[in-house]
């Protein structure tokens, strides 16, 4: 779980969207994430991307590993959320 840049949590999958789909597969800066025209990459990735490309004053930061395979935290349920 980060807790990003409330522009970022309240639209969510358009922002996701522009990272995956317009960002990844067009920016020179992007390059190392594109293997024989494969993208390569988590959500780690995604937030390196607005922490240096989209909002390098506003950081995204880490709050919680939960794992993957489990239901969500109930304290985590009503936030915006996107699986990569």
């Known amino acids: ?3 990003v840049p409330d ?3 309240d639209n969510l999958e358009d922002w996701c969207y522009l990272f995956c ?5 067009t ?3 992007a390059a190392k994430y594109r293997k ?3 993208l390569c990459y988590n959500e780690d990735d995604f ?3 607005l922490n240096t490309i989209e ?3 506003e950081l995204s930061v880490l709050v919680e590993q939960v794992d993957w395979n489990a239901p969500v935290p109930e304290k985590y349920a009503d ?3 996107f699986n990569f």
Do not use: K, Q, T
């Open 79 to 81: 936030c915006p959320r």
């Open 21 to 25: 789909s317009v960002w990844l597969p």
């Open 55 to 57: 909002f390098p004053g």
């Open 1 to 3: 779980m980060y807790l």
């Open 27 to 29: 920016a020179p800066e």
């Open 36 to 38: 024989d025209n494969v």
């Open 7 to 9: 522009r970022v949590a």
């Open 47 to 49: 937030i390196e991307y």
